[in-house]
């Protein structure tokens, strides 16, 4: 499977309490924060609802 990086860009605060929860669920929370993740339909989903507060790379 591929990896994808995933970066904290921008913070949460004003954002919706699922977008927070989504942030938190993939292990971010803080500005700068990298984790890596394998891809799947599931993680596309999340990625589209916090797309404006990360960056995605592939790994």
Request: hydrophobic content about 35%.
């Amino acid at each position: 499977m591929a990896k994808i990086s995933i970066t904290q860009t921008r913070s949460d605060i004003n954002t919706n309490p699922s977008q927070r929860g989504t942030l938190a669920a993939l292990g971010l929370g803080k500005i700068g924060r990298k984790v890596e993740r394998d891809d799947s339909p599931q993680l596309q989903g999340q990625l589209k609802v916090i797309s404006h507060l990360v960056k995605v790379e592939e790994a």
